[in-house]
């Protein structure tokens, strides 16, 4: 299986103001370490997931995949090219064939353009070539696509006039228009009405059965990536801790974090663990240690090595984990 999109040991800290009148702090520079060397490979043509708490740096790696913002360090393999360092015609190249869904439908459509236009802008800037009439016709196809029917009448609207639902039916059908070949959907349905999300999930997933386009697919739920997922990371406080196909990771979580994450969804299965680890387990404000294992100071089992920085390692075929637990040695 080719991969279509490598992350290498991407690292991001941002800078945390402190107070200047605070001793403690007099001379040292603080960091949120929000990407803390992620590396990931995503197959082509697959449901990507990438699960992980509120703060974890998910949308920050979609950024930095997109060349939104640098990363500090590291690289960004899409089809075999580094396009960390591209600009000019290169970049854009790139960005004809990568594009993201946001997670709110209200902000990311332009509130005085109809749904032709907001659909229309990309096809302006991309496929320049286009007579007026194949940029109608391939207008209202996407518009279908994405269940937008009658799509002649839907063109016609303003977002306002449109659920969330709809709304994002519309941003999918935006970042299709220009045929990409990944999509990176940055928790597309967490702002939507439950009872609508799995119409949402299935026209994501049907992207990738029927036009074989790459979804790259964040969220911090897991129910909704056993849904739609191929293969699964999970990222804990800037690092990947767990990764691999999505059956082997949710039927044998092998990280404590991911096994914790389950547990939200399921009965809690700890046993032999006293209840003040239970409890700080789900202590979702303790902040990550300085050095050695991230999830340290919430981890039930954790042990003196853990001091030490575990390293993302193959457990079985297709399934990695970076936890001591699972050292063979
Ligand atoms: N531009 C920024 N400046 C400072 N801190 C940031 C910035 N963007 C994100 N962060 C911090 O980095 C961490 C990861 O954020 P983010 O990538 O948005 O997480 P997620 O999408 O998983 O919720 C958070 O602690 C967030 O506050
Ligand atoms: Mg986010």
């Known amino acids: 299986m080719k991969n279509i999109l490598e992350v290498q040991d991407v690292k991001k800290y941002f800078p945390i103001k402190t107070n200047i009148f605070s001793f403690s702090n007099f001379g040292k520079k603080n960091y949120k370490k929000a990407l803390d060397g992620v ?17 974890s740096g998910k949308t ?19 089809n075999g090219s580094n396009i960390t360092k591209k600009t000019g015609r290169e970049l854009r190249d790139f960005r004809k064939q990568a594009q993201m869904i946001h997670q709110d ?40 696509e994405v269940n937008l029917k009658p799509s002649t009448e839907f063109a016609e609207k303003y977002p306002h006039m449109l659920s969330g639902g709809e709304r994002q039916r519309v941003a999918i059908a935006r970042s299709l228009v220009i045929e990409p070949k990944l999509i990176i959907a940055d928790e597309p349905v967490s702002m939507l009405d439950v009872s609508i999300r799995a ?14 386009i790459t979804i790259f697919y964040i969220t911090h739920d897991l129910t909704t990536s056993r849904y739609i997922g191929d293969e699964i990371s999970v990222m804990y406080a800037g690092k990947i801790v767990e990764s691999g196909s999505i059956d082997k990771v949710l039927s044998n979580p092998l990280h404590p974090y991911t096994q914790a994450l389950l547990d939200a969804v ?4 700890f046993e032999n663990i006293d209840k003040e680890k239970i409890i700080r387990i789900k202590n979702f404000d303790s902040v990550a240690t300085e050095r050695g294992c991230n999830f340290f ?15 993302l390692e193959r457990k079985e075929q297709n399934h990695n984990v970076s936890c001591f637990l699972h050292d063979t040695i």
Do not use: H, W
């Open 105 to 144: 439908p209200y902000s990311s459509l332009n509130p005085i353009m109809k749904v032709f236009d907001i659909i229309k802008e990309p096809i302006d800037i991309f496929y320049k070539n286009y007579s007026k009439e194949e940029r109608t016709e391939k207008i209202l196809t996407v518009l279908e």
């Open 266 to 269: 399921s009965e809690p299965k």
């Open 60 to 78: 920050t790696l979609a950024r930095i995949i997109l060349r939104a913002i640098d990363p500090d360090s590291g690289s960004i393999i899409f």
């Open 199 to 212: 119409q949402i999930l299935q026209i994501v997933k049907q992207l990738s059965v029927n036009r074989k």
């Open 39 to 55: 590396s990931l490979l995503i197959a082509e043509g697959r449901v990507s997931v990438l699960v992980g708490e509120s703060g």
């Open 297 to 311: 100071n919430r981890c039930p089992y954790s042990m003196d090595i853990c001091k030490k920085e575990p390293k």
